[in-house]
Antibody, heavy 121, light 108 residues
Framework: QVQLVQSGSELKEPGASVKVSCKAS????????MNWVRQAPGQGLEFLGW????????TYAQGFTGRFVFSLDTSVSTAYLQISGLKAEDTALYYC??????????????WGQGTLVTVSS | QSALTQPRSVSGSPGQSVTISCTGT?????????VSWYQQHPGKAPKLMIY???KRPSGVPDRFSGSKSGNTASLTISGLQAEDEADYYC????????FGGGTKLTVL
């Protein structure tokens, strides 16, 4: 079965960097883009962008350029989100998610379990 | 892209129907049939309930239905059940993706 398994919780100081991993299994990793979504405590979902798993080309949503970097290691079917210069407002649950429509009428829509990143001194 | 606008909360009694609205613009909701709805229970990842405005993935009860008029999409849940109590998010995925602010559904 399809699974997206993310790395564990992180506690970082302001200004530090963090790298979150998302390992995919149960499907061909390069068939669908990997997306990143975050959810601050008690808040809604916020789309960070996506990375083309075939070409490695990232696309960042407005407001998430510069400090946020998406990358891949296709040899181990893993996507990464790196955030540098962490700020308190980056404290959130970060999800990876893969979306697509491999067959008409059968959407491909899978989410990781989320990785909590806490930024605090 | 600005977040889509949803009511912060709605409520209904078991067996009743509720409708959650999701307002965007002619650049997203209004011009494309690419709107989905997610259900999120506390501590869980979002679950796809509706895609392409009106379509239900396999396994989603037919009590859940979607529609659109102009720049506003809607999710209707009929025959409310206790397990429907959750947060609901709309999402426009024409090009990039943008989510609504979320609506908390309370089953009284």
């Amino acid at each position: 079965q399809v699974q997206l398994v993310q790395s564990g919780s992180e506690l970082k100081e302001p200004g530090a960097s963090v790298k979150v991993s998302c390992k995919a299994s149960g499907y061909t990793f390069t068939s669908f883009a990997m997306n990143w979504v975050r959810q601050a405590p008690g808040q809604g979902l916020e789309f960070l962008g996506w990375i083309n798993t075939g070409t490695g080309n990232p696309t960042y949503a407005q407001g998430f350029t510069g400090r946020f970097v998406f990358s891949l290691d296709t040899s181990v079917s893993t996507a990464y989100l790196q955030i540098s210069g962490l700020k308190a407002e980056d404290t959130a649950l970060y999800y990876c998610a893969s979306f697509g429509m491999p067959t008409p009428g059968k959407p491909f829509d899978y989410w990781g379990q989320g990785t909590l990143v806490t930024v605090s001194s | 892209q600005s977040a889509l606008t949803q009511p912060r909360s709605v409520s209904g009694s078991p067996g009743q129907s509720v409708t959650i609205s999701c307002t965007g613009t002619s650049s997203d909701v209004g011009n494309y049939n690419y709107v989905s709805w997610y259900q999120q229970h506390p501590g869980k990842a979002p679950k796809l309930m509706i895609y392409d405005v009106t379509k239900r993935p396999s396994g989603v009860p037919d009590r859940f239905s979607g529609s659109k008029s102009g720049n506003t999409a809607s999710l209707t849940i009929s025959g409310l059940q206790a397990e429907d109590e959750a947060d609901y998010y709309c999402c426009s995925y024409a090009g990039s993706r943008v989510f609504g602010g979320g609506t908390k559904l309370t089953v009284l």
